[in-house]
C-alpha cells in the first residue's frame, strides 16, 4: 500500500523559508509525477508546484521565483523549498504523487501545516 508522509510544516515569519519533505513508500514502480499542493480555510485545493519524473517542473504563478521542486526518484522523495514566504501562502500544504499501470493511480499524503506571520 502507497504511503506518503510529509515533514517540515510549521510556524514562520513573513519573510522567511521553510523546507517541505515527502517520503513516497510501497510503490514498486516509479512516480510519474511527483507534486505540492495547497489547501487554505475556505479554498480549494490547488496545485503549488509539480515535478516529472524527468525533471520537469512546473509552478503557480504566485510562487513562481520563490518556492523550488526537487525530487530524488532512487528514494521516492520530493520536496519544496519554500522561500520569501508571504503571509497568503498560509495552508495546509499535501504531497501528491501519480502513476498509471493500465489505468491512473493518485496518492494523497496526509498534508502538513504552513502558518506564515506578518
Known amino acids: 500500500q502507497v504511503q506518503l508522509v510529509e515533514s517540515g510544516g510549521g510556524l514562520v515569519q513573513a519573510g522567511g523559508s521553510l523546507r517541505l519533505s515527502c517520503a513516497a513508500s510501497?510503490?514498486?514502480?516509479?512516480?510519474?509525477?511527483m507534486a505540492w499542493y495547497r489547501q487554505a480555510p475556505g479554498k480549494q485545493r490547488e496545485l503549488v508546484a509539480a515535478?516529472?519524473?524527468?525533471?520537469?517542473?512546473n509552478y503557480s504563478d504566485s510562487v513562481k521565483g520563490r518556492f523550488t521542486i526537487s525530487r530524488d526518484n532512487a528514494k521516492n522523495t520530493v520536496n519544496l523549498q519554500m522561500n520569501s514566504l508571504k503571509r497568503e501562502d498560509t495552508a495546509v500544504y499535501y504531497c501528491?504523487?501519480?502513476?498509471?499501470?493500465?489505468?491512473?493511480?493518485?496518492?494523497w499524503g496526509q498534508g502538513t501545516q504552513v502558518t506564515v506571520s506578518s
Open positions: 501528491n504523487a501519480e502513476l498509471s499501470v493500465f489505468r491512473r493511480y493518485v496518492y
Open positions: 515535478i516529472t519524473s524527468g525533471g520537469i517542473t
Open positions: 510501497g510503490s514498486a514502480i516509479g512516480f510519474e509525477t
